[in-house]
């Protein structure tokens, strides 16, 4: 064996597992991704009920780092499952396969988390963070501000005369 087939994962022996007839899912195996995380995508996509046929997948150019390969190749992939009307952007990668398969791990988030019925509190998580990183108002931060300066006005008198 060749120094190549030992430290490539996609020697001849792995593709031929992949791609086998007997394999549920021919698309989620085609992943750059390990074997046991595309049967385990696949496990969790026939538990929720989600086909692969629902889905339909569209790409499109990514943005942000990555050089000129995201800025030229359509390394972003979106989602929709028809059913239920979800849409999912992934470009976290500068690779399409394995953004394909990040966003099916976002979708199915997303469906398992409508299905159990959280959407309402982590929609309240988002707005409580909203709410934090808004800008205070100027009566507001005249108020801290005035608080602080009598605060230190406080720590000052504390202090022994002879430590300025």
Excluded at 66 to 79: D, E, F, P, R
């Amino acid at each position: 064996m060749n120094g190549w087939s030992q430290l490539h994962p996609l020697t001849p022996e792995v593709l031929i597992a992949r791609h086998s007839p007997d394999r549920y899912y021919a698309t989620v195996s085609s992943f750059p991704v390990s074997m046991e995380k595309a049967d385990q995508l696949a496990q969790r996509m026939t538990a929720l009920g989600v086909q692969e046929a629902d889905i339909e997948e569209s790409f499109v150019c990514s943005g942000g780092p990555g050089g000129q390969n995201v800025n030229k190749t359509a390394t972003c992939v979106m989602l929709l499952h028809r059913p239920t009307g979800l849409q999912v952007k992934c470009q976290s990668s500068r690779q399409q396969g394995l953004n394909r398969f990040l966003a099916r791990r976002l979708l199915l988030d997303k469906i398992e988390a409508r299905k159990n019925g959280s959407v309402a509190a982590e929609r309240a998580q988002l707005e409580k963070i909203r709410r934090q990183k808004r800008r205070r108002s100027r009566r507001a931060k005249a108020r801290m501000l005035a608080d602080k300066s009598h605060h230190a006005a406080k720590k000052a008198a504390r202090r022994s005369p002879g430590q300025e």
